[in-house]
Structures are given as structure tokens and as C-alpha cells.
């Protein structure tokens, strides 16, 4: 049987694919133009690996966090945040002047395009609450993050070979725009009734310790995973880690609830005292 969605449906699916197609394409389509920002930029081998690993570690950074502001202040108002924000960071990025300024725009870059990545989820999931149509919603969202990731090294070359470097960030600005009218004119606003409140510190030490595990993997080849530095790195990881379960046992409304893997155990043993 044949799935048809409302024109509405079609819209919130453009604006969603169309904001999942430009995150696979930063992270995939930025490689190919590595020789290229060498030479314009006279960027070394670490200040390139920087403008990899800064998008990746921020992204990290930020995925649990995104859930939880959505559910308190809205999915299509953080969603319509997380786009704006790209674009506004994508375009930082085509017109830096030095590595550093990319490296620094890469890394705002990753904090939306992580914000988008989860307002993506959670549009789809509060628009098409059918099964055959949530199934085909996100049948054509993981294809479309699939072309981003898998065609990118050949739109990046060919943006590069016919335009410049440059335009590899900014095309991300005219589609930014384009998913922001989709998303302004198609998407519901929703929010969990039970958010009233933010685990600030949850919140906090999650994404710290998440940041540093990212940046202890990311750059632990340069400093060494066993050094006093990537080993203290670690350390505060875990340590913000333990802060955060404790957060979640005092908070009013945690983050994450869990209770969900509490086995209830008194059923278990009373048909074993029965046996």
C-alpha cells in the first residue's frame, strides 16, 4: 500500500532534507578542498587538521543539550536556530581571511549543524506520527544524509574547479535560507508539556564531558593518549561524566530518566520462591 503526504508533509520533508543534506555535506565534502586551503591559506598539517576535527568535536559536543532545549522551548523554534545559525557560520567560514578564522567558524559551524542534526530527528518524529509515514519520512532522510556524506568529495571538487574554495561554505548560506522558509512555512511548533524546567546541570557537564572525550580521540595522536596532557583530558572526561549521573539523581527533571533500565526484580524472585 502506497504512502501519500500532505503538501505540508512534503514541505516539512524538504526542509528537513534539505538541512540533512547540508550537514553530510560538511563533514564529507571539506577533505577535497584540503590542498586548496594549504596553499590560499598557508595552513599546515595540524591547522588542517583542526578545520576537521573542529566541526567534528563540536557536533559531539552538543546532541544530547539540543534534545532537551527542544522539548522545553520548542523543536521548530530550535530547529529554525540551528539552520540560521549555520548559515550565519557557513558564511564566516567563506569569508575568512586566515586558518584561524576557519578554524574558529568549523567549530560554530559544527555547534548548529549538531543543533540541526537533532531538530531533524525531532521534526520528523513529531509531523509524521503514522508508521508508514514516519517510516518513509525517515527512509528519505538517511538517504539524503547518505548522498550528502557519499557525494561530497566530488561537490567539493567540483565547486572548487569551477568556482572557489570559498563557495564549498557559502552555497550553504543560499540553502540555509531556502530551509529556513521551508521550515517557517511547513513545520509545527511542539514542545514536551512536561519541560518546564532545564537540568542546567546536566546539561553542563554532559557536553563537557563529552567535549573532552571527542577532543582526547581527535587529537590524542598529537599529544599522545598515554601523556600526562591526554591522560588529565581524560580525567576531567570522566569526572564530568560522574557529575552528571549525580546531577541526574537530584534533578527534579533530568535529562536522561534512568530508570528505564531498572529491571523489576520482586516478580522474578516471587515465582522462584513459588518453584
Known sequence: MSVVLTHRGVVVLFAVGLSCLMFGLEISSIPSILPTLEQVLHADFKQL??????????VTT????????????GRKRIFFISIAAFGLASLMCGVAENVTMLIVARFLQ??????MLIGQVAVLSYEFKG???????????GIIFGIGLGFGPIVGGGIVAILSWKWVFLVHVLLSVIALVLT?????????????????????????SVFCLAFYITQ??????????????????IASFIAFLMAEKVSARPMFDFSVFRVRLSPVLSSVRLQ
Open 110 to 115: 559544527g555547534l548548529s549543524g549538531g543543533a
Open 49 to 58: 587538521q583542526w578545520v576537521m576535527n573542529a566541526y567534528t568535536i563540536a
Open 131 to 141: 508508521g508508514r509515514e514516519r517510516a518513509l519520512a525517515f527512509g528519505w532522510w
Open 62 to 73: 552538543v546532541l544530547m543539550a539540543t534534545g532537551t532545549l527542544a522539548d522545553r522551548y
Open 184 to 208: 517557517v512555512t511547513g513545520v509545527h511548533e511542539s514542545k514536551d508539556p512536561k519541560a518546564n524546567s532545564l537540568d542546567i546541570a546536566g546539561i553542563l557537564t554532559l557536553s563537557l
Open 220 to 237: 590524542g595522536p598529537d599529544f599522545g593518549f598515554g601523556s600526562p596532557t591526554g591522560l588529565a583530558i581524560l580525567g576531567v572526561s
